[in-house]
């Protein structure tokens, strides 16, 4: 095996080996830096990292640690500056569902009542396509990022469809829910499309070949959230039965039951390690889970309503809470301590996001305001306000340097640094 080059992830960090076979063929091997901080003293992580992995040979280290230096610089980018409007588009003439940007950000999709889906230029906001077929609201949408070339749609007609984002062609619809579809993902290599609806199933579906793989039956009530494993081995499903499943994506068994809340999931995620996911529910809690043994490794309390919303940052280190009594909470992940509270909304919180670089988070609320908050000390940094109607749908791109906002006002607002 020789090492033919390394690439950069920045979110979370890390370097990626680029190495050829006996035969030719390349390979890809991820080394994670999930604990890099700005503080970090790179020379002792480029000695550890060269001493574990025999691709590295010791003359690489003066690359290695440019490499680093790099990734670090990342790390501390965007933490001074305010965001500004930047564009406002009206975007549907019925209110919108959803919305969400592809990896580079120079894109974003909004769903709506109005039947349709539209794809736009974050730069300069004109409307590329709008992608019509739909018979019912289009209420959940995705991008297959990191890729960004296609779109998918579910609607409340029960069918999915898959779009191409350059043409707007329709490459599949994808039929047999019973119901509305509500939430949906790609798999993280593009390859799979992964629908929950409100007939208590959640379905896999080949992208190529537009066909079911599996059907995810077991919930006793509507499916609302899902997510794909960073390798796209396994996904979470979150229902309204107050439970989390645990999924095996190539055979379509349940390996765990996720039982302890008293109410329903309204949210949950995987983080970047894939050993654990957090689920938060309308009994007011998040729980932290133990994915391997499918048990309960911290409640977290404190809220006094509704969980609406959780998040782990992009390594996964903290996690935040969204919910009706206006506030967000911020959580050490491993330790289950609350280390911030998140206060200043009039209204609930339904959306919640770290940034890229994990030292800020955004709330959209029903206060028609969106708010930009510091990670570590919980103060809010600024007020995006605008909007005339609540604002349901907010998102950070790739770098962490535009903001989107949906909001019943029928709008999307672009906010840049």
Known sequence: MKL??????YYPPGVILEY????????????????????ADVDVIV????????????????HLRRLLYKLIEKL????TTDFFLFKILRAHILPLTNCAFNKSGDKFITGSYDRTCKIWNTITGDELLTLEG??????????????????????????????????????HTYRGHATEIVCLSFNPHGTMIATGSMDNTARLWDVEAGECLHTLLGHTAEIVSLDFDTQGQRIITGSFDNT????????GRCIHTLSGHQGEISSCQFNYASDLCISGSIDRTCKVWDVQSG??????????????????????SKLVT?????????????TGACHAILAGHEGEISKVAFNPQGSRILTASSDKTARIWETETGDCLQVLEGHTDEIFSCAFNYEGDTIITGSKDNTCRIWKC
Not at 47 to 62: D, G, H, T, Y
Not at 149 to 171: H, M, N, P, R
Not at 244 to 251: A, F
Not at 322 to 329: I, L, P
């Open 4 to 9: 033919k080059r390394f690439l950069l992830r």
């Open 20 to 39: 050829e076979l006996r035969d030719k063929s390349r390979e890809m091997k991820e080394i994670d830096l999930l604990h890099l901080t700005p503080d």
């Open 47 to 62: 000695n550890q990292i060269v001493f574990e992995e025999p691709l590295i040979s010791e003359s690489k280290k003066p």
């Open 76 to 79: 501390e980018s965007n933490e």
């Open 134 to 171: 739909h018979r019912n609201v289009v209420y959940a949408i995705a991008f297959n990022n990191p890729y960004g070339d296609k779109v998918i749609t579910g609607s409340f007609d029960k069918t999915c469809k898959l779009w191409s984002a350059e043409t707007g062609q329709l490459y």
């Open 244 to 251: 989390v499943k645990v999924w095996d994506v190539r055979n």
């Open 295 to 316: 048990t309960c490794i911290h409640t977290l309390r404190g809220h006094n309503d509704e969980i609406l919303d959780v998040s782990f940052n992009a390594t996964g």
């Open 322 to 334: 969204a919910s009706a009594d206006g506030n967000s909470r911020v959580y050490n992940t491993m």
